[in-house]
T-cell receptor, first 111, second 117 residues
Framework: KQEVTQIPAALSVPEGENLVLNCSFT??????LQWFRQDPGKGLTSLLL?????REQTSGRLNASLDKSSGRSTLYIAASQPGDSATYLCAVYSNDYKLSFGAGTTVTVRA | GAVVSQHPSWVICKSGTSVKIECRSL??????MFWYRQFPKQSLMLMATSNEGSKATYEQGVEKDKFLINHASLTLSTLTVTSAHPEDSSFYIC?????????????FGEGSRLTVL
């Protein structure tokens, strides 16, 4: 069974600082990996999808890397803003399209 | 494109009653949908896989008689929480897989918050 771990569980930084969020998974036979953002009481917003053949994906201030062999992915958020405050979830696809989620990293960006 | 809608967004019900949550793919066909549950401060846990025209497949520990899933059309799956109790209070989210071929990602509904009094 795939286990997904996210470290740290919570993170508080001043505005402008870069964020580094870590995700690890136990089974390297993944299909894809996806990062989501979840605001309190809300659903999921997809941030980045990394296919298993890719090593990274970028969108604006966001960059996500994937190292399948070591079972790790990292989400970088450059020049953080108060609007980036949210919980960030890492999720791994298995070959039967099922998603396994990490517990998330709750980010607070202080103005 | 690839929009998934859930209804209702939130619902409050009395203990012992049943509640139905709908998950619709608005602009694509989805033969497979997934239902997740999220308790406060916890991550999403897969409850079941819903397949159009066949019985749902439940994850270990999920009571199939309590969480009834019906996937009667290519665009609609419903989750019915039967005889709801306060411990069933949770955030329920569905996701859908594109029938025409897996695009590499699932598409999520906005979620439904259930509160059982």
């Amino acid at each position: 069974k795939q286990e997904v771990t996210q470290i740290p569980a919570a993170l508080s930084v001043p505005e402008g600082e870069n964020l580094v969020l870590n995700c690890s998974f136990t089974d390297s036979a993944i299909y894809n990996l996806q990062w989501f953002r979840q605001d309190p009481g809300k659903g999921l917003t997809s941030l980045l999808l990394i296919q298993s053949s890719q090593r990274e994906q970028t969108s604006g201030r966001l960059n996500a890397s994937l190292d399948k062999s070591s079972g790790r992915s990292t989400l970088y958020i450059a020049a953080s803003q108060p609007g980036d405050s949210a919980t960030y979830l890492c999720a791994v696809y298995s070959n039967d399209y099922k998603l396994s989620f990490g517990a998330g990293t709750t980010v607070t960006v202080r103005a | 494109g690839a929009v998934v809608s859930q209804h209702p967004s939130w619902v409050i019900c009395k203990s012992g009653t049943s509640v139905k949550i709908e998950c619709r793919s608005l602009d694509f066909q989805a033969t497979t949908m997934f239902w997740y549950r999220q308790f406060p401060k916890q991550s999403l846990m897969l409850m079941a896989t819903s397949n159009e025209g066949s019985k749902a497949t439940y994850e270990q520990g999920v009571e199939k008689d309590k969480f009834l899933i019906n996937h009667a059309s290519l665009t609609l799956s419903t989750l019915t929480v039967t005889s709801a109790h306060p411990e069933d209070s949770s955030f329920y989210i569905c996701s859908a897989k594109w029938t025409s071929g897996f695009t590499g990602e699932l598409f999520f509904g906005e979620g439904s918050r259930l509160t059982v009094l």
